[in-house]
């Protein structure tokens, strides 16, 4: 079974500055997708990035930045010129590229404190 | 933008009673989940809906739980009868169908969740 782990239970960044989210997963599929989720205090999880794992070149959007290495199974976020905004809990999470549309496996998440 | 809706927002019951979640999906959305998340915990997929039958449940989704698209908009879980450890957040999400043709996964759009305290 495939699962997602995120080592970093609480993070915390200054305004401005740049900051990694780390998470690894197990798989012994060779298609799959990967995403974050950003939770903010008001609970509704949205997307913030995507990387399916047949594209060898990091996904990106805007501030928000992935280091996908699939031979180490690892999937980083960076997040830079951080904001206020961005302070919120963040789940990595996993879906076989055969599996059900929405069976997404999640990690336990990092709490993100971004210190004015 | 669109947004998944989900009510109540928190729902405090006795044990063995039961309890419907409700959720109103984007519009044009025909994939429709239920995940939870337990205080401190992964959160879990729990079930997911396809025209009008379930396509796919986990272990958690035993026969306590159902869901039922009663009136083409609403999407509901309910559970028969609560227990403590069905205490969690339930999240309600829905998605567009997948296209082969198109890069990427489809992508879920989450509600803000359900909080459901069983006494």
């Known amino acids: 079974a495939q699962t997602v782990t995120q080592s970093q239970p609480e993070m915390s960044v200054q305004e401005a500055e740049t900051v990694t989210l780390s998470c690894t997963y197990d798989?012994?599929?060779?298609?799959?997708?990967l995403f974050w989720y950003k939770q903010p205090p008001s609970r509704q999880m949205i997307l913030v990035i995507r990387?399916?794992?047949?594209?060898?070149q990091n996904a990106t959007e805007n501030r928000f930045s992935v280091n996908f290495q699939k031979a180490a199974k690892s999937f980083s976020l960076k997040i830079s010129d951080s904001q206020l905004g961005d302070a919120a809990m963040y789940f990595c999470?996993?879906?076989?590229?055969?599996?059900?549309?929405?069976?997404?496996?999640f990690g336990k998440g990092t709490k993100l404190s971004v210190k004015p | 933008e669109p947004e998944v809706t989900q009510t109540p927002s928190h729902q405090v019951t006795q044990m063995g009673q039961e309890v419907i979640l409700r959720c109103v999906p984007i519009?044009?959305?025909?994939?429709f989940y239920w995940y939870r998340q337990i205080l401190g915990q992964k959160v879990e997929f729990l079930v997911s809906?396809?025209?009008?039958?379930?396509?796919?449940k986990s272990e958690i989704f035993d026969d306590q739980f159902s869901v039922e698209r009663p009136d083409g908009s609403n999407f509901t879980l309910k559970i028969r009868s609560t227990k403590l450890e069905d205490s969690a957040m339930y999240f309600c999400?829905?998605?567009?169908?997948?296209?082969?043709?198109?890069?990427?996964?489809?992508?879920?759009?989450f509600g803000a969740g359900s909080r459901l305290t069983v006494l």
């Open positions: 990387q399916e794992a047949y594209k060898q």
């Open positions: 519009s044009n959305h025909l994939y």
């Open positions: 798989t012994s599929e060779s298609d799959y997708y």
């Open positions: 809906f396809y025209n009008n039958e379930i396509s796919e």
């Open positions: 999470a996993y879906r076989s590229e055969g599996g059900s549309q929405g069976n997404l496996i």
């Open positions: 999400a829905s998605s567009e169908p997948r296209d082969r043709r198109l890069s990427g996964a489809n992508v879920l759009t």
